[in-house]
């Protein structure tokens, strides 16, 4: 089923560059499972602060983390598509576009922007709904973290006897955070195991024909 839709992607990949102005320049920065993930795709989303970039390498766009992240996130919607979440609601949506307004300045700011990049209001909702809809998946799939035993919150507290120095650590609350913060890591863990799982039977594809 791979074979058919990176045939097609690479008719819409030529498609794409033929079909550049002259002031507006796109290119296909990663191909994964037949989905285009492009370098106005990369600008859209970091000028719009919806992905995290920390760590990025300014000037090589197709190699910068928020690349690896819009590829995690199409492996993810796979899933999520597959077992089909409830999705939100629009209060929901609406409170979380208006988050991203606020980070953005102000409403109309973040039309602005939108426009400038040519996408629609109607685009960033889209956006928000998938991410909702990831955020909930996730949440049931990976419910069940293993807590932390007693032994295992004395340990986290020798590892960072420095944060501690001046804190109770048998205090409730002291103790609560430092199990929140290994639950935390534990998801985290389980999370990155998963999607590197989800890459190795992707068909991820670079523009110079780099394989994953």
Do not use: C
Not at 32 to 37: A, N, P, T
């Amino acid at each position: 089923m791979r074979i058919p839709r990176i045939a097609t992607a690479a008719v819409l990949v030529t498609l794409l560059a033929e079909g550049l102005s002259a002031e507006v320049i796109d290119r296909v920065v990663a191909i994964v499972d037949g989905h285009l993930i492009t370098l106005s795709d990369v600008r859209t989303v970091a000028a719009l602060g919806l992905i995290e970039q920390s760590g990025a390498t300014p000037g090589d766009p197709e190699r910068e983390p928020i690349v690896e992240r819009l590829i995690d996130r199409v492996l993810v919607l796979q899933e999520v598509d597959r077992y089909a979440p409830a999705p939100p609601d629009d209060k929901t949506v609406d409170a979380r576009v208006a988050s991203i307004a606020e980070k953005n300045g102000s409403p109309a700011r973040l039309e602005e922007k939108l426009q400038s990049f040519g996408v629609s209001a109607a685009w960033l909702r889209h956006w928000v709904t998938d991410a909702l809809r990831i955020q909930t998946y996730v949440d049931q799939r990976f419910a069940n973290v293993v807590q932390p035993t007693d032994e295992d919150v004395e340990a986290y507290f020798r590892e960072h006897a420095g944060e501690y120095a001046n804190k109770d650590v048998s205090a409730g609350p002291v103790q609560a955070a430092a199990r929140a913060e290994i639950v935390a890591a534990r998801r985290r863990a389980v999370l990155t195991e998963w999607v590197t799982g989800l890459r190795r039977r992707a068909e991820i594809l670079r523009p110079t024909g780099e394989q994953r």
